[in-house]
Nanobody, 118 residues
Framework: VQLVESGGGLVQPGGSLRLSCAGS????????LAWYRQSPGSQRELVAE???????????SYAESVKGRFTISREESNEIVSLQMTDLKPEDSAVYYC?????????WGQGTQVTVAS
């Protein structure tokens, strides 16, 4: 399973960014997908996750700190999981990692830097 993130960068407070993660190896049929982030001196934390369900069976969850501002989505046909981030705050600055999980086995992308600063 290979995951490649893109879309990070520098943005001003209140701005928006969209992160994308492209998967390979047919990850999307069987894997729960998530975005984590890690800032210097801190542990990696779960930001948002989405299960394998479709339609009414799809479940999304978010960290309290990003609820109402971030949206996770997945495109099965293109094997992409995205994280739309709005109203960004300086405390959102971190390296963001894409994660695929099945049966407790995790795969990670290389990470993409997000910096929120004036």
């Amino acid at each position: 399973v290979q995951l490649v993130e893109s879309g990070g960068g520098l943005v001003q407070p209140g701005g928006s960014l969209r992160l994308s993660c492209a998967g390979s190896g047919r990850v999307f049929d069987y894997y729960n997908l998530a975005w984590y982030r890690q800032s210097p001196g801190s542990q990696r934390e779960l930001v948002a996750e989405i299960n394998t369900g479709v339609g009414s069976r799809q479940v999304k969850s978010y960290a309290e700190s990003v609820k109402g501002r971030f949206t996770i989505s997945r495109e099965e046909s293109n094997e992409i999981v995205s994280l739309q981030m709005t109203d960004l705050k300086p405390e959102d600055s971190a390296v963001y990692y894409c994660n695929a999980n099945v049966g407790g086995i995790h795969s990670w992308g290389q990470g993409t830097q997000v910096t929120v600063a004036s």
